[in-house]
């Protein structure tokens, strides 16, 4: 076979196949983006379950929390002076040692006074009697009266912690419905975020395959195409009836072109015989001129040009 139509041949099967290697990349990116589709679905099924199993654990912390109570701690206090006693023993005491005393003092002048001495006499111990009755008296009521004033201020003091303890529950329950808010705020922020993260990773990712095969398969049929340019420019030269000699009528085609069998006059357009058309009897927008010899492009003809 004449180095003509080696090289077409060569041409054309390179072209073949760099076509089916662009089809097999196309395939391949549209492959690819659908396995895009079928992971971001997988991926988000899986975060769905992730945030359903996180929310659930939540909800549980959550209700713990919820359910825990604040308390008072100085709801229940005492006022420790609220029942505070006087302390007697000591007025008893110094009464009953001031009457011992007056007792023994009238036994021992009862003798030596006389009875009118006696009667002054018992008459100024009564006088002094009734003095340190009315001291007794005093002292127990300065007693009462610093009971009652620590226990006011006791009870002032009570009332104070009461509330600052009740201010104090109030703002610990604000605090937690802040933080039960805060948490789901958060707990939502966050499953968003890393589902979106997560898509837009995988997305890149596949995107980013599937571009570059798209890229190998357009790379790929345009150099098919480029080959079956070359092909067809080698198949369709040497065509013109003034390079041919040995020409011979040897059937019709289906659309009733004339089928020859020909040499070329230069071997260098081939050598042997061939089968062909001649470009002056065929549809002229199968005829290329390259300005001097006619060409045919084969491929617009129902007629194979081939070396018999």
Same mark, same amino acid.
């Given at each position: 076979?004449?180095?003509?139509?080696? !090289?077409?041949?060569?041409?054309?099967?390179?072209?073949? *196949?760099?076509? +089916? @290697?662009?089809? @097999?990349?196309?395939?391949?990116?549209?492959?690819?983006? &659908?396995?895009?589709?079928?992971?971001?679905?997988?991926?988000?099924?899986?975060?769905?379950?992730? &945030?359903?199993?996180?929310?659930?654990?939540?909800?549980?912390?959550?209700?713990?929390?919820?359910?825990?109570?604040?308390? +008072?701690? *100085?709801?229940?206090?005492?006022?420790?002076?609220?029942?505070?006693?006087?302390?007697?023993?000591?007025?008893?005491?110094? @009464?009953?040692?001031?009457?011992?005393?007056?007792?023994?003092?009238?036994? !021992?002048?009862?003798?030596?006074?006389?009875?009118?001495?006696?009667?002054?006499?018992?008459?100024?111990?009564?006088? &002094?009697?009734?003095?340190?009755?009315?001291?007794?008296?005093?002292?127990? !009521?300065?007693?009462?009266?610093?009971?009652?004033?620590?226990?006011?201020?006791?009870?002032?003091?009570?009332?104070?912690?009461?509330?600052?303890?009740?201010?104090?529950?109030?703002?610990r329950e604000m605090?937690?419905?802040?933080?039960?808010?805060?948490?789901?705020?958060?707990?939502?922020?966050?499953?968003?975020?890393?589902?979106?993260?997560?898509?837009? +990773?995988?997305?890149?990712?596949?995107?980013?395959?599937?571009?570059?095969?798209?890229?190998?398969?357009?790379?790929?049929?345009?150099?098919?195409?480029?080959?079956?340019?070359?092909? !067809?420019?080698?198949?369709?030269?040497?065509?013109?009836?003034?390079?041919?000699?040995?020409?011979?009528?040897?059937?019709?085609?289906?659309?009733?072109?004339?089928? *020859?069998?020909?040499?070329? @006059?230069?071997?260098?357009?081939?050598?042997?015989?061939?089968?062909?058309v001649m470009s002056?009897?065929?549809?002229?927008?199968?005829?290329?001129?390259?300005?001097?010899?006619?060409?045919?492009? *084969?491929?617009?003809?129902?007629?194979?040009f081939k070396q018999?």
């Open positions: 076979m004449s180095g003509l139509i080696i !090289g077409a041949s060569i041409m054309v099967g390179g072209a073949l *196949y760099m076509g +089916n @290697k662009a089809q @097999k990349n196309a395939d391949k990116a549209n492959d690819t983006a &659908q396995l895009n589709i079928d992971e971001q679905n997988r991926i988000a099924k899986e975060n769905l379950a992730f &945030q359903r199993e996180e929310a659930g654990k939540l909800e549980k912390q959550k209700e713990v929390y919820r359910g825990f109570e604040f308390s +008072n701690p *100085y709801e229940n206090i005492e006022n420790a002076f609220e029942d505070a006693t006087v302390d007697q023993k000591q007025a008893e005491f110094q @009464k009953e040692m001031f009457g011992q005393t007056q007792a023994n003092i009238m036994e !021992g002048m009862r003798g030596a006074a006389g009875g009118s001495g006696i009667s002054a006499l018992a008459q100024t111990m009564a006088n &002094q009697g009734q003095l340190a009755s009315q001291q007794a008296s005093i002292s127990i !009521g300065q007693q009462e009266r610093a009971n009652q004033q620590r226990s006011l201020s006791e009870t002032s003091r009570i009332d104070m912690l009461q509330r600052q303890g009740e201010a104090s529950v109030e703002e605090s937690r419905q802040s933080t039960l808010l805060g948490m789901q705020m958060g707990q939502l922020t966050g499953a968003n975020a890393a589902l979106q993260q997560s898509q837009q +990773n995988q997305m890149a990712a596949n995107a980013s395959l599937a571009n570059m095969q798209g890229q190998q398969a357009a790379g790929q049929m345009q150099a098919a195409g480029q080959l079956f340019s070359v092909a !067809g420019q080698m198949a369709t030269s040497s065509s013109d009836r003034r390079l041919k000699k040995n020409i011979n009528k040897i059937g019709e085609s289906p659309s009733g072109l004339n089928i *020859y069998s020909f040499e070329y @006059k230069n071997p260098t357009n081939g050598s042997g015989l061939f089968q062909g002056d009897e065929i549809p002229q927008e199968a005829v290329v001129n390259n300005g001097e010899y006619d060409m045919v492009n *084969y491929n617009m003809l129902d007629v194979e018999i």
